[in-house]
């Protein structure tokens, strides 16, 4: 399973993109799952719900599983945020896992930029950032190295340059 990050500020687009990936890389023939990491305070269960009083009443893991899906809630309760490399043993295998956050973590990703978040580039300080991809044309990244520089517009093209940089072109 190859894994590939993408990475940015909050408000650059990164899940508008993955959004619009998804399509683009099924139609090919690319099994894909997505992983996203999230703000310390969220929560997919609701009160009143039975899943909710079992972890409420101090299960470590509740898994709730319907005809139409399965979900597994973990609590950490106390122990350290799980690790990307720990997490990814729960999914089921597929021809490219999309990674949204992690940004500190060290795997190869796409860094999404947007000029009017104000915010500096990523890619200079990190290097698994393979490339950016940017609504403005942003010159030379720097950080030691050559980088391309995607247009965010064009998802196609984002979707080509990941299916390459992956090496899962065969299956497009």
């Given at each position: 399973?190859k894994l590939f ?9 990164k899940t508008?993109?993955?959004?619009k ?7 090919r ?12 305070g969220f929560?997919?269960d ?5 899943s909710?009083?079992h ?9 709730v ?12 309760r ?14 089921t ?6 990674v949204e ?10 860094e999404?930029y947007?000029?009017?978040n104000g ?10 950032i ?9 010159g030379?990244i720097?950080g030691?190295?050559?980088r ?5 517009n064009d ?5 080509q340059?990941?299916?390459?940089h992956?090496?899962?072109?065969k299956?497009?």
């Amino acid at each position: 399973m190859k894994l590939f990050g993408l990475a940015g500020w909050s408000g650059s687009g990164k899940t508008t993109l993955v959004v619009k990936l998804l399509p683009l890389l099924i139609r090919r023939g690319v099994r894909v799952s997505t992983m996203k990491h999230a703000h310390h305070g969220f929560d997919v269960d609701q009160r009143g719900k039975d899943s909710f009083a079992h972890r409420e009443a101090g299960a470590t893991e509740v898994l709730v599983s319907s005809a139409n899906r399965w979900a597994l809630m973990h609590e950490n309760r106390g122990m350290p945020e799980a690790r990307l490399e720990d997490l990814v043993r729960h999914m089921t295998p597929v021809d490219l896992l999309i990674v949204e956050g992690f940004k500190a973590h060290a795997h190869d990703k796409l860094e999404i930029y947007r000029h009017a978040n104000g915010k500096p580039l990523m890619a200079p300080g990190d290097p698994y950032i393979v490339a950016v991809a940017s609504d403005v044309p942003i010159g030379p990244i720097g950080g030691g190295r050559d980088r391309p520089n995607l247009d965010l517009n064009d998802v196609e093209g984002i979707a080509q340059f990941i299916l390459r940089h992956c090496q899962l072109e065969k299956a497009a």
